[in-house]
């Protein structure tokens, strides 16, 4: 993966999701989906640090190039001063629970992200592979930023979500165990 128009390419966009002459700006591909949670668009901001035939100083990986490709989503929302605390512990509470880990948020903007980064060797990487990833980290990003973001604006308060939380796995283990119990 040497050109970031063949990345382009592969991850198959929706025509009109952007123009083809803007999907590659500054060495970046810009992708856009549609929130399933909200009538808004995210954006993907995609990387690429290409590499060497092996990283130096750890262990040699198969013959070709080793590439970094990096996929960054900035939320529109920024937290509010009063709720930046609940939000960094919400973010790290979903980092705990996601099966891609990568919520951050900055303290300086109090701007949260999602982060990911995916080592490509020409063995390991295909189109089917970044399509993949492309919709498992929208899918990530489409679930947990709402919940996210209803903490930083004040709309949620953190403490009666988790409690909620609490209440539904109490029931769930409960309901297990009375189907196993019965079975």
Same mark, same amino acid.
């Given at each position: 993966?040497?050109?970031?128009?063949?990345?382009?390419?592969?991850?198959?966009?929706?025509?009109?999701?952007?123009?083809?002459?803007?999907?590659?700006?500054?060495?970046?591909?810009?992708?856009?989906?549609?929130?399933?949670?909200?009538?808004?668009?995210?954006? $993907?901001?995609?990387?690429?640090?290409?590499?060497?035939?092996? $990283?130096? =100083?750890?262990?040699?990986?198969?013959? =070709?190039?080793?590439?970094?490709?990096?996929?960054?989503?900035?939320?529109?929302?920024?937290?509010?001063?009063?709720?930046?605390?609940?939000?960094?512990?919400?973010?790290?509470?979903?980092?705990?629970?996601?099966?891609?880990? =990568?919520?951050?948020?900055?303290?300086?903007?109090?701007?949260? !992200?999602?982060?990911?980064?995916?080592?490509?060797?020409?063995?390991?990487?295909?189109?089917?592979?970044?399509?993949?990833? !492309?919709?498992?980290?929208?899918?990530?990003?489409? $679930?947990?930023?709402?919940?996210?973001?209803?903490?930083?604006?004040?709309?949620?308060? $953190?403490?009666?979500?988790?409690?909620?939380?609490?209440?539904? !796995?109490?029931?769930?283990?409960?309901?297990?165990?009375? !189907?196993?119990?019965?079975?």
């Amino acid at each position: 993966m040497k050109y970031l128009e063949e990345l382009a390419k592969g991850l198959n966009l929706p025509e009109g999701v952007r123009p083809p002459s803007q999907a590659i700006i500054d060495d970046h591909v810009l992708v856009l989906f549609d929130s399933d949670q909200f009538d808004r668009q995210y954006e $993907l901001i995609v990387t690429m640090q290409y590499g060497e035939t092996q $990283l130096i =100083g750890m262990i040699e990986l198969p013959e =070709g190039h080793i590439d970094l490709m990096q996929i960054l989503c900035l939320s529109p929302i920024s937290a509010a001063a009063t709720h930046a605390i609940p939000t960094q512990r919400m973010v790290q509470l979903i980092n705990k629970l996601s099966p891609i880990p =990568g919520f951050g948020f900055d303290e300086v903007d109090n701007r949260l !992200f999602f982060r990911h980064a995916l080592v490509l060797t020409p063995q390991t990487c295909s189109h089917k592979l970044l399509q993949q990833t !492309f919709s498992s980290v929208q899918q990530i990003i489409d $679930l947990y930023f709402p919940m996210i973001e209803g903490v930083a604006l004040g709309k949620v308060d $953190l403490n009666q979500l988790m409690e909620q939380s609490d209440k539904e !796995f109490v029931q769930n283990f409960e309901n297990m165990t009375k !189907f196993l119990k019965d079975t």
